[in-house]
Antibody
Framework: QVQLVQSGAELKKPGASVKVACKTS????????IHWVRQAPGQRLEWMGW????????EYSQSFLGRVTITTDTSANTVYMELSSLRSEDTAVYYC?????????????????WGQGTLVTVSS | DIVMTQSPDSLAVSLGERATINCKSS????????????LAWYQQKPGQPPKLFFY???TRESGVPDRFSGSGSGTDFTLTISRLQAEDVAVYYC?????????FGQGTKVEIK
């Protein structure tokens, strides 16, 4: 069965960086894209960006441009999301999520599979 | 960016009664070449990731009870719970995947009256 398992909670100081891992299993890693979505306390879900696990191409939300980097380790079927220059407003649960369906025409980004979430707390 | 706006923000419904959640997109999410609406619905309970309920606006994900239905096209969409059960208490989100950035509604909290 498809599983996305994320790394554990992080406590960071303002200005630092955080790198969250999303280890996937149960499907062919390079056949689907992986997205990152965050949820600040009491806020809506916010899409951050995604990576095409086949060719490594990325797309990021303008809200995070310059601060977020998504990468893969194909040998480990793992995707990483690094967020830099952290501020208190970045305190949130960060989720990875897999594309719903991919074909030769591209991928459709509904999210049937999610990681369990990683709480990142930014505090001095 | 496509802005997704849900209404109401919260609603309280008696057990066994109908609950209706609306989602409006700031531009159409209907792709004319395949006549599909790039709209998904999720249910989220506290401490859990969202759970996919519908994609293509009305295609029910496997395992979702048939008391849930999704409808709408273009810019206006609806999630309906025909007979509310206690386990349906949650926050529901719509999401468009028509364009980047993917965007979500602000959520609608469903409670028991």
């Amino acid at each position: 069965q498809v599983q996305l398992v994320q790394s554990g909670a992080e406590l960071k100081k303002p200005g630092a960086s955080v790198k969250v891992a999303c280890k996937t299993s149960g499907y062919t890693f390079t056949n689907y894209g992986i997205h990152w979505v965050r949820q600040a306390p009491g806020q809506r879900l916010e899409w951050m960006g995604w990576i095409n696990a086949d060719n490594g191409n990325t797309e990021y939300s303008q809200s995070f441009l310059g601060r977020v980097t998504i990468t893969t380790d194909t040998s480990a079927n793992t995707v990483y999301m690094e967020l830099s220059s952290l501020r208190s407003e970045d305190t949130a649960v960060y989720y990875c999520a897999r594309d719903g369906y991919c074909s030769g025409r591209g991928c459709y980004s509904w999210f049937a599979y999610w990681g369990q979430g990683t709480l990142v707390t930014v505090s001095s | 960016d496509i802005v997704m706006t849900q209404s109401p923000d919260s609603l309280a419904v008696s057990l066994g009664e109908r609950a209706t959640i609306n989602c409006k997109s700031s531009q159409s999410v209907l792709y004319n070449s395949n006549n599909k609406n790039y709209l998904a619905w999720y249910q989220q309970k506290p401490g859990q990731p969202p759970k996919l309920f519908f994609y293509w606006a009305s295609t029910r994900e496997s395992g979702v009870p048939d008391r849930f239905s999704g409808s709408g096209s273009g810019t206006d969409f609806t999630l309906t719970i025909s007979r509310l059960q206690a386990e349906d208490v949650a926050v529901y989100y719509c999401q468009q995947y028509y364009s980047t950035p993917r965007t979500f509604g602000q959520g609608t909290k469903v409670e028991i009256k």
